[in-house]
Nanobody, 117 residues
Framework: QVQVTESGGGLVETGGSLRLSCKVSRRTASNNAMAWFRQAPGKERERVAYIGYRGDMINYADSVKGRFTISRDRARDTLFLQMDNLRPDDTAVYYC??????????WGQGTQVTVSS
């Protein structure tokens, strides 16, 4: 069983920054790609950032390009999301996910990010 635990969410003003962290319980996750998703109230879940297992393949949703940075520490089975210049429309529950294959992931419980205007 793989456990995925996010932390670092909170309330921040427009233009502020937050750093999300995600700890994965099993070492096998170091060989898996990982991603951050988010879901705002009334909206579908969207993938905001993705990183390959070696950290050499990274992509972002257009809405966060230039503001968010995904990174990982494979030795510590930890994933990060640095979020800068936050906007109210970034408000959502953010989920860490470990890719099993294709669209199949192990999911965390989510962490709330709220950006006030």
């Amino acid at each position: 069983q793989v456990q995925v635990t996010e932390s670092g969410g909170g309330l921040v003003e427009t233009g502020g920054s937050l750093r999300l962290s995600c700890k994965v319980s099993r070492r096998t996750a170091s060989n898996n790609a990982m991603a951050w998703f988010r879901q705002a109230p009334g909206k579908e879940r969207e993938r905001v950032a993705y990183i390959g297992y070696r950290g050499d393949m990274i992509n972002y949703a257009d809405s966060v390009k230039g503001r968010f940075t995904i990174s990982r520490d494979r030795a510590r089975d930890t994933l990060f999301l640095q979020m800068d210049n936050l906007r109210p429309d970034d408000t959502a529950v953010y989920y860490c996910a470990v890719q099993i294959r294709g669209d199949a992931y192990y999911w965390g419980q989510g962490t709330q990010v709220t950006v006030s205007s």
